[in-house]
């Protein structure tokens, strides 16, 4: 049995926000919306949510984006540590100290954006 990891989002504004800034590709209902007239889709659930007609949805990130959520040179994460090739995870002090390491950080910051994480959920392949 293996398990596999898709990752979603359930707010439609941040997947609209992320489409638009980062190129991220969606499937939602087994259709990949990866074009300004699917984001129309996205939009009325976004209107959905808004109105409380529709709490609970999944959209999900489509394969071919799943590498836009790995670091690259430059994020930046909420606690300050930047992602260097080299490094990985580093936060230097700005007094010349000693840099500190991470390994668990994620991406809050890219190409001076803000930038949203998905959820993630493991599911089985039988």
């Known amino acids: 049995m293996t398990k596999e990891?898709?990752?979603?989002?359930?707010?439609p504004i941040e997947a609209m926000y992320m489409a638009k800034n980062f190129g991220v590709v969606f499937k939602h209902h087994n259709k990949v919306l990866n074009n300004r007239y699917?984001?129309?889709?996205?939009?009325?659930?976004?209107?959905?949510?808004?109105?409380?007609?529709?709490?609970?949805?999944?959209?999900?990130?489509?394969?071919?984006?799943?590498?836009?959520?790995?670091?690259?040179?430059?994020?930046?994460?909420?606690?300050?540590?930047?992602?260097?090739?080299?490094?990985?995870?580093?936060?230097r002090d700005t007094y010349g100290g000693d840099a500190d390491y991470a390994t668990d950080c994620e991406i809050t910051i890219r190409d001076d954006k803000h930038f949203f994480m998905p959820e993630r959920e493991e599911i089985n392949n039988d």
Not at 38 to 46: I, Q
Not at 52 to 69: C, L, R, T
């Open 38 to 91: 699917d984001m129309a889709e996205l939009l009325e659930l976004a209107e959905a949510k808004i109105a409380g007609i529709q709490n609970s949805f999944k959209i999900y990130i489509a394969p071919e984006s799943e590498h836009i959520f790995e670091p690259i040179l430059g994020d930046r994460d909420e606690g300050g540590y930047i992602y260097d090739d080299f490094n990985g995870w580093i936060r």
């Open 5 to 11: 990891i898709r990752m979603y989002y359930t707010c």
